[in-house]
């Protein structure tokens, strides 16, 4: 047991946190081990920055226990903060130091600190050292947080969306970056509402939503155990008034479909069996001579993960903000 | 606490001031601004009128007299008993005064005071065009010298402790409040870097800051205006300094808790107008009713800009200042104490 428990870098048991009225955190657990990146997935407000916070020490969780690499933040807050690398999802620093001066600034912070030249280079920050925060992009600004994040070459990496807000552009560069971040000791916890991000970097994927976690596991898992097979769907050629009817007809004859979702003109289906269902269904419309125009196939994704376990489409509730 | 912690801050911190162009001309230029402008506003030049003294008499010539210098130009005539008037030309109200001696003159000036040659030799103009030439009065002079006391001399003291005060509230305890609001200090509690050093970067960085204050007032003052410190300069750096810690604790009190820049503002600006005139930076404060002075006594501007200009001005010494210094030093207590409390991060 003990000797399983050391491999964490971080061990958090149902952790609860309240403001006021709202529950933001209802029981949560997570893990992280050395080498791996593990990204917590939501919407606004689901409680991810709630959690990263308590993780990171900011926020003291109402109940419920964290332990960064088998310490404690009550007796060990400083030697855990020497351990861990944060980047906050808002944060400015001071606008008139220079890349390279906030460095040293931050360097300075930790009993040894990560060789400056090396890191900005690694940041790909170099011919930038000398210019002054309140000159550089968006997106610059995100890698020198990084950077700042990575100064202690911490154990454990805490990342609180770190390319939202950024142009798809600068958003493959960051992602590039926290790629080049992973090594084999380090554990990478990161948070985000981009299901592309979750994808492309993390080993685990922990999906929130309002407070709690609705699933954890491998992107590639969470597609197995919720949605495998394949996703398929059709629309069909009919004016407004006889769409409802052919679709009852369909539903009749087809009763798998009743598993499907309604889209705008047909239905759209998770299935293991996708290529006999498309069969039957052209064998069905053939007979009432309904007309099927624009069938797909595709493989299902985290996006199919996210709408079977909410219900909602993540971009659709984005469309808020 | 750890040494190059404390230095990378208060480094950055200084960094925010000086590349920042506006709040560096701020801090520097408001000071000369208000010397240039009122300095010359209000120079005795500028009139070419002077009060002078003249002890009341029964004889025929304390009549004449009276009657003739009432009646010049230029001149503002108080009469009245010797006790008085010596008080008046100590408070430095007049720069002389006549009293009749037998069938003499005798008149006592202020040598120190800026106007004490120029209206006696007004005095003496309208005397001899009113006796002629040859058969002038005899005049005995009593010379004194008194402290000057210009309305520059008066003004640059509270010049600096004005600057000091305002530096500290809108410098030290703005950049807190702004730090809370943009997330730098929950930034900073993310790390292992000790509350005590970021605080003390602070301490640190508002003495650089004035530094510059202090000399500028000093220079500004002494090169537009001679001014100069009748007492010892070194105490009058010390107060400066005391007051330094003093109105530094101030603001990081007032920075302690809030998040809201605009709300600190508000309150700062009500905190700082209001003190500035209870205080007594512009005018004398015994032009206010009693009950006013009375409650301004217990601030702590006023406490330094009494303690320095009792330096600069009489050439006090230290040890005469201790009560002005005991406030400043309770203030300091309070607001330290306080701040430690109410402090949050974010
Ligand atoms: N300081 C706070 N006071 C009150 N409510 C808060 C506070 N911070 C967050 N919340 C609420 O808690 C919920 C979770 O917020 P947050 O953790 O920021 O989510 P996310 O990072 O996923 O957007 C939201 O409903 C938010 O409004
Ligand atoms: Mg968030």
Not at chain 1, 135 to 148: E, H, R
Not at chain 1, 149 to 173: H, K, T
Not at chain 2, 87 to 106: A, C, D, V
Request: glycine share 8%.
């Amino acid at each position: 047991m003990n000797t399983r428990e050391s491999t964490f870098l971080l061990q958090a048991e149902n952790l609860v946190k309240r403001y006021s009225t709202t529950l933001a955190v209802d029981h949560v657990s997570l893990y992280v081990r050395p080498g791996e990146c593990v990204a917590l997935l939501g919407p606004n407000g689901a409680g991810k920055t709630s959690t990263c916070e308590m993780l990171e020490g900011l926020l003291t969780p109402d109940e419920g226990t964290i332990s960064i690499c088998g310490l404690g933040y009550a007796r060990n807050r400083r030697e855990i903060l020497e351990l861990i690398g944060v980047q906050l999802q808002e944060t400015q620093l001071y606008k008139k130091a220079t890349v390279r001066e906030t460095l040293q600034l931050f360097a300075s912070f930790y009993r040894s600190s990560e060789d400056l030249n090396g890191l900005l280079s690694a940041t790909h920050l170099n011919n930038l050292e000398n210019r002054r925060l309140e000159a550089l992009s968006g997106g610059q600004k995100q890698a020198l947080y990084i950077a700042c994040s990575l100064i202690n070459r911490p154990r454990l990496l805490f990342l609180d969306e770190p390319s939202a807000g950024l142009d798809p552009e600068a958003r493959r560069r960051i992602w590039a970056l926290i790629g080049q971040v992973k090594q084999s000791e380090r554990g990478i916890f990161l948070t985000t509402h981009y299901l592309e991000e979750a994808e492309k970097l993390a080993d685990r994927v922990a999906i929130m939503f309002e407070g709690r976690l609705a699933a954890q596991d491998s992107p590639a898992g969470l597609i197995r155990t919720y949605c495998p097979g394949a996703v398929w769907g059709f629309s069909l050629d009919a004016s407004a008034e006889t769409l409802s009817a052919q679709r009852d007809y369909l539903k009749l004859h087809l009763p798998w479909l009743h598993h499907g979702v309604e889209t705008q003109g047909g239905c759209e289906l998770n299935s293991l069996e996708a290529s006999k269902q498309i069969q039957e269904l052209t064998v069905v419309a053939r007979q009432k001579s309904i007309g099927v125009h624009s069938l797909y196939l595709r493989q299902s994704t985290l996006e199919d993960v996210f709408l079977k376990l909410t219900g909602r489409r993540l971009d659709e509730t984005h469309q808020r903000h | 606490m750890k040494l190059t912690s404390v230095i990378e801050l208060t480094k950055c911190r200084w960094r925010e001031f000086r590349r920042e162009p506006s709040a560096f001309l701020f801090v520097l230029a408001m000071p000369l601004f208000w010397m240039l402008i009122l300095g010359f506003a209000f120079s005795e030049d500028a009139f070419e009128h002077y009060k002078i003294g003249m002890l009341a008499g029964k004889t025929e010539l304390s009549h004449q007299m009276e009657s003739l210098l009432a009646h010049q130009k230029g001149l503002e005539l108080v009469v009245g008993d010797e006790e008085s008037l010596v008080s008046l030309l100590h408070r430095n109200e007049i720069p002389l005064f006549l009293k009749t001696e037998g069938h003499g003159l005798s008149l006592t000036l202020n040598g120190t005071h800026p106007d004490g040659e120029k209206a006696r030799r007004l005095v003496d103009e309208t005397l001899q065009t009113f006796f002629g030439h040859v058969e002038t009065i005899p005049m005995r002079v009593e010379r004194l010298h008194l402290p000057h006391a210009r309305y520059i001399d008066f003004l640059i003291p509270g010049l600096l402790a004005l600057s000091l005060f305002s530096t500290s509230l809108f410098g030290t305890g703005m950049v807190l409040v702004s730090s809370r609001r943009e997330n730098l200090l929950k930034r900073f509690a993310a790390t292992p870097m000790g509350s005590l050093d970021y605080i003390v970067s602070h301490i640190l960085g508002r003495y650089l800051i004035f530094v510059l204050e202090f000399l500028v007032v000093l220079l500004g003052g002494s090169l537009l205006f001679s001014f100069r410190v009748e007492g010892s300069f070194l105490s009058y750096l010390l107060v400066s300094i005391f007051g330094v810690a003093t109105f530094t604790s101030l603001g990081i009190l007032c920075g302690s808790r809030a998040r809201n820049t605009g709300a600190y503002n508000g309150l700062v600006n009500l905190l700082l107008l209001s003190t500035m005139m209870l205080s007594g930076i512009w005018f004398p404060r015994h032009h206010f009713p009693l009950w006013m002075q009375r409650l301004s006594e217990g601030l702590p501007l006023t406490a330094l800009v009494d303690a320095l200009r009792a330096i600069a001005i009489e050439g006090a010494g230290l040890t005469s200042q201790i009560p002005q210094l005991i406030i400043l030093a309770t203030y300091t207590v309070v607001c330290t104490v306080s701040a430690k409390i109410l402090f949050r991060w974010y």
